[in-house]
C-alpha cells in the first residue's frame, strides 16, 4: 500500500525549493537516468520535472549539459 499524505491547513500544497528543484533536474540529465523512478522516489509527477526543466531553460539556468564545437588545428606526428 502507498504513502498516503494528508494536507491540513491553508497552505495545501507543497512546496520545493529551488535547491530541490534543481537537484531533481540534474538527476533526470544524468546519463542512463529513468524519469519515472526519479519522479517516483521524489513524490512528483514526471510532468513537473519537465515543467522545471523547461523554466530553468527559459529562464537561462539550464542544468542539462551542452555541447560546444572546438576546432583544433591539424599537426603531424
Not at 44 to 60: C, D, F, H, K
Request: charged content about 20%; glycine content about 6%.
Amino acid at each position: 500500500m502507498g504513502q498516503v499524505t494528508v494536507f491540513s491547513g491553508v497552505q495545501r500544497r507543497r512546496y520545493w525549493s529551488d535547491e530541490q528543484k534543481h537537484a531533481l533536474v540534474s538527476a533526470i540529465s544524468a546519463p542512463g537516468a529513468n524519469v519515472a523512478e526519479i519522479s517516483r522516489l521524489a513524490d512528483v509527477r514526471p510532468g513537473q520535472i519537465y515543467r522545471w526543466r523547461r523554466q530553468l531553460e527559459q529562464a537561462g539556468q539550464s542544468i542539462c549539459p551542452t555541447f560546444m564545437i572546438i576546432r583544433t588545428k591539424s599537426w603531424k606526428a
